[in-house]
């Protein structure tokens, strides 16, 4: 597919967009609803993700149950591949970490993702020294691990960002072929207590 040029800003902070690319497809499954406010040029403009993949050509639906910036309100933790079917990179920054029910989310991103596509993640690094303060279950490194090798996918990228105490957590995997969901020991998700409190 060839991208066209817009102009609408790209509102994908530089550590984000490092694995989005190379762009895969044209269809895009967002969980959330993304915003930056933070785009040169635009301070304080809140300006989707959504916007900008649009202009260039992906057909893109994003999901939330606080409905903010997204398209529709639906609970992550319930099966949305009948009714949206399946896209070529489903997106998950800062969303997941929130879900109480990482099972269904999970299943979630496997069986939205079709085979070939790709799953672009950020949450806070594990183990209580990051983000203490927002959302509760983060994976670790060994949770994509052990996801990618029960579920046929294969891991192109894993990294960090940011310091100490807002450095996040990236990956960027790509689905293999369409199986059966197994989901990994939930062991493998560091459960944030501070914020569970």
Not at 20 to 46: A, I, Q, R
Request: a negative charge; proline letters at 7%.
């Amino acid at each position: 597919m060839q991208y066209k040029e817009t102009h609408k800003p790209n509102p994908v902070r530089p550590d984000e967009w490092a694995y989005y690319l190379p762009l895969v497809g044209d269809t895009m499954f967002e969980c959330g609803g993304k915003v930056n406010s933070n785009v040169p040029g635009h301070k304080g403009e809140f300006i989707t993700y959504k916007s900008y993949f649009e202009a260039i050509g992906f057909r893109h639906v994003s999901v939330d149950f606080d409905m903010r910036w997204a398209d529709f309100r639906r609970d992550l933790r319930v099966p949305l591949w009948e009714e949206f079917g399946q896209f070529d990179m489903v997106c998950d920054i800062g969303t997941g970490e929130h879900v109480e029910g990482q099972a269904g989310f999970w299943a979630n991103i496997h069986n939205l993702t079709k085979a070939g596509g790709v799953y672009v993640g950020q949450h806070p690094v594990p183990g209580g020294h990051c983000w203490w303060w927002h959302g509760i279950h983060y994976p670790t490194e060994r949770f994509y691990e052990s996801f990618a090798e029960l579920n046929g996918w294969t891991i192109e990228r894993i990294g960090y960002d940011l310091p100490v105490p807002n450095r996040n957590l990236y990956v960027r995997m790509r689905k293999n072929d369409d199986r059966p969901y197994i989901m990994p020991e939930e062991s493998l998700i560091y459960f944030n207590k501070v914020r569970a409190r």
